[in-house]
Every structure is written in C-alpha cells, then in structure tokens.
C-alpha cells in the first residue's frame, strides 16, 4: 500500500478568504461576538483573529509568513522595476535577485541563507504585487532589425520632446547627457596608401596583439565631456599595470573585467564615480543610452532616481542613426585611431631597420 503524502505546511496557510477576515473582525469589535464564536461562523483561523483584535497585528496586515524585507524597501524596489519598464529598460529576474541582494547587504540585513534571495521570495514579490509579471520579449525579425521604423522614431522624438519639456531643460544643453561605449583592439585596421594599380596584393602592418580595451564615454549636448572609463581585460588590478596609464586623457578611470567588457558592476561605479560626480549640481539632469544590459543596470536606475536624473532609452536597433557618440564622436575617433595605429607601426618599423 502506498504511503498517504503528508499535507504540507504551505498547502494548509491561507485556508480563508480575507473577507471573511475583515467580516469577522467587524463582528467581534461592533456585536462583541467572541472570538471563538467569530472564528466559527466566518471560517477563519482563531489565533489569526485574534491577533488582529488585540492589534498584535495590524488588521491591514499581508497574511501568510512575514516579507524577508521591509515595505518600504520592497515597494521601491517594486516602483523601480515599474520605472524601468516604462522606459524600455526590462530587469530579468536574475538582475533583480542579485541587486536585492547587495541592498540587503548594503542595509547590513541578511534575511536570505546564501546573501541573494531565491526564486521563491520572487514569487512572494508576484503574489504582493500582482501587477508585475514575467514576460518573453518578442522576437525581431533581422530584415525589420536592419531598417529603421519611421513610426518607432517618431514616436521617440516626441517623447524626447515632451520629457524635455516636462523636466524644464529644453534650452539647457549642459544637463542633456549621451552615453555609450566602445572596443579597440590593438590589431588596428590599415589606412589606406599608395599603391600602383597592378598590384594584386597591398599589405598593412598590424600589431599581433589582439587585446581590447572599452572605451565608457559621456558627451553632453553642450560639447562637453566627461572623464573616459578605460576598461583592460584582466582579474585583478595588476592587469593595468601593462598600460601606460599617465598618458590617458586626464582623469581617465581604469577599471579591469575578465573579458575586458563593460557589465554591470562597471556600469554602477560609471555612474556613481564618474556621472555623478561631473555631470554638475544643476538638476535634474537627463541622460540618453542604448539598452544595452550595462547601461540598464538595476542599481543605476535606483541611483539615477535618488539624484534627479532621469534616464531615457534609445530605441532597440536604432542606435547606429539615433545614438549622438556614435554619429559624432565614435566615427572621426576610430579613422584618428587607426591613423596613429598605422603611424606608430611604421615609425618603430623604420627605428628598427638598420642604417
């Protein structure tokens, strides 16, 4: 015979409906019905009545087990992830369990067994607040990736207008900020030369070294720019020792990552390092990015929201028109790059040769 499964724990809380809680608290406290007698009658726990007419308990109180985190935190953490996705900037669930669980550790709170929370204190945040749900992004075929939806910008340009409008900096170019990253690799792309027309074969000299170094840049509408983030791949801090770093633009930050890209961690010390600290104290301040998954980091969205900065969203594929770096800044910086590449190469090339 096989063995009856236990019922669980969880299959026995939340056996009533919270009507009939509120009903049954209305009872005791207006026709002073017991509340044994309540408990009864409307079908509802008598210790959890109880509570809520000695007041151990609020009567507005969640029933069920207490929330790993206060209200407050949650219901901004909540306003947050509803904050991002307006501005086309999604949390996945996993972006979400690690930020709650540096707030935690930042408020010196450690309610969860392994620092981070678990799926199932997701599930508690859904149940709370039913508005929040996790979808699938929708495909986007690579033929309508390619072109550019004139109604998609429109709508963006408007936006941008209307939020420049609302925020009061339409004619204060200072406070309109544009950001983006960029890679180079020390294998460099060639110039052209001179070569005769019968040629069939034109070589370039190159470095062998394929390492990249990012290039986290700020620009605002001004003309003005921020100090440039250079990010070396490498696990430590000695990873930047092989860098000249006293010839870098003056107050460039050099940080290091595994594959020398930027993430999110970068993408937060960016902000609160370099952002924040050069954008100026006039506010609010507006910053443009793409979506990429650094930039729409959950912790710079909270940052963001603390200091007056509001954060507006390329849209998807659009960034190769509509990102101002990439139009302005990225294109005369990698001809200038690649001609001082080249430059460099023949110079120590003919040092080298004898005579």
């Excluded at 799926?119 to 690579?142: C, F, M, N, Q, Y």
């Excluded at 406070?175 to 792309?189: K, L, V």
Aim: hydrophobic residues 35%; contains cysteine; aromatic residues 6%.
């Amino acid at each position: 015979m096989p063995k009856n499964k236990k019922t669980s724990r969880k299959g026995k809380e939340m056996q009533y409906d919270r009507e009939n809680l509120k009903r049954a608290l209305d009872a005791v406290k207006s026709t002073g019905l017991s509340i044994r007698k309540a408990a009864a009658k409307y079908g509802v726990p008598k210790s959890t009545l109880a509570d809520r007419v000695t007041e151990r308990v609020g009567e507005n109180a969640r029933p069920g087990r207490r929330p790993a985190l206060p209200e407050s935190v949650e219901q901004k953490i909540v306003d947050s992830l509803k904050q991002a996705a307006r501005q086309g900037m999604e949390v996945s669930r996993k972006q979400l369990l690690e930020r709650t669980g540096q707030i935690c550790r930042k408020l010196n709170a450690t309610p969860f067994k392994r620092l981070i929370p678990s799926k199932d204190w997701w599930e508690g945040v859904k149940k709370r607040h039913p508005e929040l749900s996790i979808r699938r992004p929708e495909k986007l075929a690579s033929s309508r990736a390619s072109m550019l939806n004139p109604v998609v910008v429109s709508k963006y340009m408007d936006d941008l207008v209307s939020l420049l409008h609302t925020l009061g900096i339409g004619g204060k170019p200072k406070q309109i900020w544009n950001c983006d990253e960029t890679g180079r690799s020390f294998e460099h792309s060639p110039v052209r030369v001179i070569a005769e027309k019968s040629s069939r074969n034109v070589l370039g000299r190159t470095s062998n070294s394929r390492t990249n170094v990012t290039i986290m840049a700020c620009i605002n509408a001004a003309g003005q720019k921020m100090s440039p983030m250079l990010i070396v791949k490498g696990k430590t801090s000695v990873s930047v020792h092989g860098f000249n770093t006293e010839a870098a633009p003056p107050g460039s930050k050099w940080a290091w990552q595994e594959n020398g890209w930027m993430n999110d961690r970068l993408g937060e010390q960016w902000f609160r390092d370099v952002f924040l600290k050069e954008c100026g104290a006039a506010r609010p301040q507006l910053l443009l990015l793409d979506g990429h998954s650094s930039h729409e980091s959950f912790a710079i969205l909270q940052l963001a929201s603390e200091n007056d900065v509001q954060i507006m969203c390329l849209p998807p594929h659009t960034t190769h028109i509509l990102q101002p770096l990439d139009r302005t800044v990225f294109g005369p910086f990698s001809a200038e790059y690649n001609k001082a590449c080249s430059a460099f190469i023949t110079l120590s090339t003919n040092t080298a040769s004898p005579g």
